[in-house]
Nanobody, 134 residues
């Protein structure tokens, strides 16, 4: 089955850390652009971090800069998001998306993370929930 599966979320205290995983099955993430997105309660989904298909460009939202690190392990066919110094505004469900699926485009610049789907719907995975609370 061709899909990505997000994992690694959980409940963490402010200032804590989590490492999220985006594991692909049925296709390779090695040459794909991948973005991490989150949806906070009552808000629209927003881009958090991205890595270009070559890995030469890595981007972060303003809120993620200096605290989050995205990385790719081609051998594991997984993209990770290390999140440090978490705060309550980081609470939400985290999803990954890739341009290897659904003819989507991951727009990845140093400060911009977007998913474009001009050819149809992007079928998101189940996401992994992150809750930052005392």
């Amino acid at each position: 089955q061709v899909r990505v599966v997000e994992s690694g979320g959980g409940l963490v205290q402010p200032g804590g850390s989590l490492k999220l995983s985006c594991a692909a099955s049925g296709f390779s993430l090695g040459g794909a652009a991948v973005g991490w997105f989150r949806q906070a309660p009552g808000k629209e989904r927003e881009g958090v971090s991205c890595i270009s298909n070559s890995g030469g460009t890595i981007g972060y939202s303003d809120s993620a800069k200096g605290r989050f690190t995205i990385s790719r392990d081609s051998a594991e066919n997984t993209v990770y998001l290390q999140m440090n110094d978490l705060n309550s505004e980081d609470t939400g469900v985290y999803y990954c998306a890739t341009d290897a699926l659904y003819s989507a485009f991951v727009i990845c610049t140093e400060s911009n993370v977007q998913l474009k789907t001009p050819f149809g719907e992007y079928f998101w995975g189940q996401g992994t929930p992150v809750t930052v609370a005392p």
